[in-house]
């Protein structure tokens, strides 16, 4: 069976989990913790990062975005980028975005501070990180709805990698119940119509002992 | 003519003209200072960001590697990634790597904290940064040996945009003369390799008013 090592708050991993659902591939899950260092982890990833995809064959893939293109050049039944070369263009523009800007700017600065922090006991939550966290997520929610406004998914008319890498991020924020969706109305509606789709039911059932989700986090009517 | 927006200490906008240097394609370098927040270019790339890349017919592209896929996609006269489907993921892993692990650990640190925050008066050097920038540089240096060692590029046989990625985060650093060539002798080797190639003119001369490059940057016999 092809084993995805991943660790459950991480928006990298949400993305492939994400990418693998919507694609119809089945596959196990393995917990893998990355401070750890565990060596037969880093045999597999000198990264020593999640997510590793490891096919049925015994291939080795590492990195989120290098996974998704893989995916997406060998499993072609559902497509997750457009076939108009402008707009894969523009879908892997806004996957750069929410994998790295929003990523910086949000994700890590209250995920990375609340959470991670505690579980691999490195030190007390920055205080002006996490100040930061909460104010830059008003301009990313402006441009998602800036987006919706005029599209009907964020790279264009179909669900793409784009709302993948997106809402990853956002689902982890969420499970801290971080993102202010009463002030970004239609951003709130994007979101609850990614996560109303078959794939995320996984990923909203993530329960991280001694630290649970908000009720509205698996809540298709939050 | 086609158009790129680029600042020149930046690694993703070095990767970008690597990339259309390799492909032959010609373009104009346009000097944009993203931290100026020109109205006229956050228009064309809402990320505000370097590089942008406006085609002939003005199609325009923005982020490193979305550019770069773009450019794959639709100029095949010379290839950038391999035709294998695992080795083109291996590929995008170590794309991967270097866009955001070498940037993080040693780019930000060292461009970002000594270049960076004098152009855009934002403040002293952090000394803690450009000490793990120090530090973090060896290990990178160690993998691209390991690499070395075991392939003729960086993610095999040819000559591939993770070489490409990798030179241009190192050219960058190299412009400070942070990079400790001496103490890795099969890195160096790979990297006089990649300088030596036409691509790579341009940026070796480059040259900022008042931050000049040291005297081994361009040189192709370091």
């Given at each position: 069976?092809?084993?995805?090592?991943?660790?459950?708050?991480?928006?990298?991993?949400?993305?492939?989990?994400?990418?693998?659902?919507?694609?119809?591939?089945?596959?196990?899950?393995?917990?893998?913790?990355?401070?750890?260092?565990?060596?037969?982890?880093?045999?597999?990833?000198?990264?020593?990062?999640?997510?590793?995809?490891?096919?049925?064959?015994?291939?080795?893939?590492?990195?989120?975005?290098?996974?998704?293109?893989?995916?997406?050049?060998?499993?072609?039944?559902?497509?997750?980028?457009?076939?108009?070369?402008?707009?894969?263009?523009?879908?892997?523009?806004?996957?750069?975005?929410?994998d790295r800007k929003f990523f910086v700017e949000?994700?890590?600065?209250?995920?990375?501070?609340?959470?991670?922090?505690?579980?691999?006991?490195?030190?007390?939550?920055?205080?002006?990180?996490?100040?930061?966290?909460?104010?830059?997520?008003?301009?990313?929610?402006?441009?998602?709805?800036?987006?919706?406004?005029?599209?009907?998914?964020?790279?264009?008319?179909?669900?793409?990698?784009?709302?993948?890498?997106?809402?990853?991020q956002l689902s982890s924020v969420d499970y801290?119940?971080?993102?202010?969706?009463?002030?970004?109305?239609?951003?709130?509606?994007?979101?609850?119509?990614?996560?109303?789709?078959?794939?995320?039911?996984?990923?909203?059932?993530?329960?991280?002992?001694?630290?649970?989700?908000?009720?509205?986090?698996?809540?298709?009517?939050?």
């Amino acid at each position: 069976m092809r084993t995805l090592y991943h660790f459950w708050i991480s928006p990298a991993c949400r993305k492939v989990r994400l990418a693998l659902s919507e694609k119809g591939l089945e596959f196990d899950l393995k917990i893998e913790k990355p401070w750890e260092r565990r060596p037969g982890f880093l045999a597999i990833n000198p990264a020593g990062e999640v997510p590793v995809l490891v096919e049925e064959n015994e291939n080795i893939l590492a990195d989120s975005q290098a996974i998704c293109e893989y995916l997406e050049e060998n499993y072609k039944d559902v497509s997750l980028l457009p076939q108009d070369k402008i707009a894969r263009a523009e879908t892997r523009r806004l996957i750069g975005w929410f994998d790295r800007k929003f990523f910086v700017e949000v994700t890590d600065n209250l995920v990375e501070e609340k959470i991670m922090k505690r579980l691999t006991k490195s030190g007390t939550p920055n205080t002006a990180a996490i100040r930061a966290g909460h104010h830059n997520i008003h301009y990313h929610l402006e441009y998602i709805t800036y987006l919706v406004e005029r599209r009907s998914w964020l790279a264009g008319d179909d669900f793409s990698l784009a709302d993948i890498a997106a809402a990853a991020q956002l689902s982890s924020v969420d499970y801290l119940g971080d993102v202010p969706w009463e002030q970004h109305p239609a951003a709130k509606i994007w979101y609850a119509r990614a996560k109303s789709r078959p794939s995320f039911r996984a990923i909203l059932g993530d329960n991280l002992p001694g630290m649970p989700a908000p009720s509205h986090y698996a809540d298709l009517d939050f």
